[in-house]
Nanobody, 125 residues
Framework: QVTLVESGGGLVQAGGSLRLSCAASGRTASNYAMGWFRQAPGKERDFVAAISWRSGSTNYADSVKGRFSISRDYAKNTVFLQMNSLKSEDTAVYYC??????????????????WGQGTQVTVSS
C-alpha cells in the first residue's frame, strides 16, 4: 500500500506560479512511476505529467509543456510539480498518482495504482 499526500495548492493570478508537493509513504519502489493528473469542474480527469522514480525521465501533456516541470527528491520520497505561467484553464483539482508500470504509460486513470486526495488550484484571470 502506498499513501500519497499533496500540498501546495491555492489561489494565484494568471501568469503566476505555484509548486505542488506530493509526499509518498508505504511500499514505494524504485521502479514506480509518479505523476500528476487534474480534474476541472464538469470535466474528466486528465494526465498532466509523469516521472520515472528511478531515472528521473519525464513526460508531459501537450497543454503544459514548457510551463510545468515535474521533479522528485529521491531521499525525501517527494514529487514536485512546478507550475509557471499559469492560465485560467489550469484551474482544477490536482491529484498526485503512483503506478507500478512505466512512466510513459502513465497517461490515464487506468494506468494509476494509487491516488492522493487532491489539492485545489485556482487561477484567476
Amino acid at each position: 500500500q502506498v499513501t500519497l499526500v499533496e500540498s501546495g495548492g491555492g489561489l494565484v493570478q494568471a501568469g503566476g506560479s505555484l509548486r505542488l508537493s506530493c509526499a509518498a509513504s508505504g511500499r514505494t519502489a524504485s521502479n514506480y512511476a509518479m505523476g500528476w493528473f487534474r480534474q476541472a469542474p464538469g470535466k474528466e480527469r486528465d494526465f498532466v505529467a509523469a516521472i520515472s522514480w528511478r531515472s528521473g525521465s519525464t513526460n508531459y501533456a501537450d497543454s503544459v509543456k514548457g510551463r510545468f516541470s515535474i521533479s522528485r527528491d529521491y531521499a525525501k520520497n517527494t514529487v514536485f510539480l512546478q507550475m509557471n505561467s499559469l492560465k485560467s484553464e489550469d484551474t482544477a483539482v490536482y491529484y498526485c498518482a503512483a503506478a507500478r508500470g512505466p512512466y510513459l504509460r502513465m497517461n490515464s486513470d487506468g494506468s494509476v495504482d494509487y491516488w492522493g486526495q487532491g489539492t485545489q488550484v485556482t487561477v484567476s484571470s
